[in-house]
């Protein structure tokens, strides 16, 4: 019972575009949403996060936008730099026991072509 | 800024050998998480401790035990080890009481379980 899905496992942009990853989610009692870029042989890396009250939340090229009707967030990437080539995980958060346990997305694989 | 470590980076056993894995978080991170991931899948959560007391559980097998030291430090111990049990194991750490409860990963430790 997959709670997030990461529907693309890859995506290719333009040097200078627009990148924008998608993330669907099924449990409506997650409160955060978090962004964690992740590159071969390191640990996920935090980049954004939304509270489930809010619907945007921008911090430099990054922003998150979050569809609670929808059960949909996505991250945007502009202007996207080779630099950002990584792969992506989009995890939600939910408070269990004194904790707030992330559930994470399958990834989605970065590339930014020159 | 000081990053949550994790020893060893590589760790090789054998089958029905045991295995100890170690994690130091951020200096005042009171919350320290373990994550599994195998090859090709997203991380997924096995437990948790906050204040050195075990704060949740996922789905972790009854051959690992975790604990939290007076220090903060964490040690997963996995015994019986099987060739399933090969993975990326990441730590991650946490400071209640901030909004969002923010997730910081270690480098992660790869057991390989031959």
């Known amino acids: 019972d997959q709670q997030v899905k990461q529907n693309s496992p890859s995506l290719s942009v333009q040097e200078g575009r627009i990148s924008i990853l998608n993330c669907d989610y099924t449990?409506?009692?997650?409160?955060?949403f978090l962004w964690y870029k992740k590159y071969p042989a390191e640990g996920p890396t935090f980049l954004i996060s939304?509270?489930?009250?809010?619907d945007k939340n921008e911090d430099g090229r990054f922003t998150v936008f979050l569809n609670k009707s929808a059960k949909h967030l996505s991250l945007h990437i502009v202007p996207s730099q080779p630099g950002d080539s990584a792969v992506y995980f989009c995890?939600?958060?939910?408070?269990?026991?004194?904790?707030?346990?992330?559930?994470f997305g399958q990834g989605t694989r970065l590339t930014i072509n020159p | 800024a000081a990053g949550v470590i994790q020893s060893p980076r590589h760790l090789i056993k054998e089958k029905r050998e045991t295995a100890t894995l170690k994690c130091y978080p951020i200096?005042?991170?009171?919350?320290v998480y373990w994550y599994q991931q195998g090859p090709g899948q997203d991380p997924q959560f096995l437990i948790s401790?906050?204040?050195?007391?075990?704060?949740d559980k996922g789905s972790i097998p009854d051959r690992f035990s975790a604990q939290q030291f007076s220090d903060y430090h964490s040690e997963l111990n996995m015994s019986s080890l099987e060739l399933g049990d090969s993975a990326l194991y990441f730590c991650?750490?946490?400071?209640?009481?901030?909004?969002?409860?923010?997730?910081?990963f270690g480098a992660g430790t790869r057991l390989s379980v031959l």
């Open positions: 995890a939600a958060s939910s408070y269990s026991g004194g904790a707030q346990k992330l559930v």
């Open positions: 939304i509270s489930s009250i809010k």
């Open positions: 991650a750490s946490s400071q209640t009481g901030g909004l969002e409860n923010i997730q910081y």
């Open positions: 200096p005042r991170h009171d919350t």
């Open positions: 401790f906050y204040e050195k007391m075990q704060s």
């Open positions: 449990n409506s009692m997650f409160d955060y």
